[in-house]
């Protein structure tokens, strides 16, 4: 096996957790997560040694991996995707972390794909503006309009959830 062969073997067994962590929040849905994840490795192994001679690979994986999304999903939004509801338990009511997250991941899921990879990426993944927009390859200003549009379609959605949002 060549250094490079390993050199990627290695990035993708110690960042597959978290890459898939975002892929779930960027979809909504674990198999379409995984899907992305793959189909974002597949892409950078082809390319490998150059995303390696440029230094640290994770802007480019990150990158590549908000450009798979969103071009995953101008290629699927004509399609009726399926739409799983969480089925109401008794006894739910003492577990309100995991409500709230549910209900954020469903209304995330209403946003579109540009403003959900956004939301991620600020709130997320913590990046400043200046970083989110060299990830998504857009202006500051884009990536400002869009943190604000996302976030009150999100109060619109979930108004219970405007002071998380705030």
């Given at each position: 096996?060549?250094?490079?062969?390993?050199?990627?073997?290695?990035?993708?067994?110690?960042?597959?957790?978290?890459?898939?962590?975002?892929?779930?929040?960027?979809?909504?849905?674990?198999?379409?997560?995984?899907?992305?994840?793959?189909?974002?490795?597949?892409?950078?192994?082809?390319?490998?040694?150059?995303?390696?001679?440029?230094?640290?690979?994770?802007?480019?994986?990150?990158?590549?991996?908000?450009?798979?999304?969103?071009?995953?999903?101008?290629?699927?939004?004509?399609?009726?995707?399926?739409?799983?509801?969480?089925?109401?338990?008794?006894?739910?009511?003492?577990?309100?972390?995991?409500?709230?997250?549910?209900?954020?991941?469903?209304?995330?899921?209403?946003?579109?794909?540009?403003?959900r990879a956004v939301?991620?990426?600020?709130?997320?993944?913590?990046?400043?503006?200046?970083?989110?927009?060299?990830?998504?390859?857009?202006?500051?200003?884009?990536?400002?309009?869009?943190?604000?549009?996302?976030?009150?379609?999100?109060?619109?959605?979930?108004?219970?959830?405007?002071?998380?949002?705030?």
């Amino acid at each position: 096996m060549t250094d490079a062969h390993e050199s990627f073997r290695e990035y993708v067994q110690g960042r597959l957790p978290g890459l898939s962590r975002i892929a779930y929040l960027l979809t909504g849905d674990a198999h379409l997560a995984e899907e992305l994840v793959q189909q974002t490795l597949i892409s950078v192994a082809a390319r490998w040694e150059r995303v390696v001679a440029g230094g640290d690979p994770e802007p480019y994986i990150r990158r590549t991996l908000y450009h798979q999304h969103i071009s995953s999903w101008r290629r699927r939004r004509h399609d009726a995707l399926p739409v799983a509801e969480v089925p109401e338990r008794p006894g739910r009511d003492h577990i309100g972390d995991i409500a709230t997250a549910v209900t954020m991941r469903q209304a995330l899921a209403q946003l579109a794909p540009r403003q959900r990879a956004v939301l991620v990426l600020r709130f997320y993944e913590d990046l400043t503006e200046v970083q989110t927009a060299a990830v998504l390859s857009c202006s500051v200003s884009t990536v400002k309009s869009q943190t604000r549009d996302a976030l009150a379609r999100m109060r619109t959605i979930v108004p219970d959830l405007a002071e998380a949002l705030s």
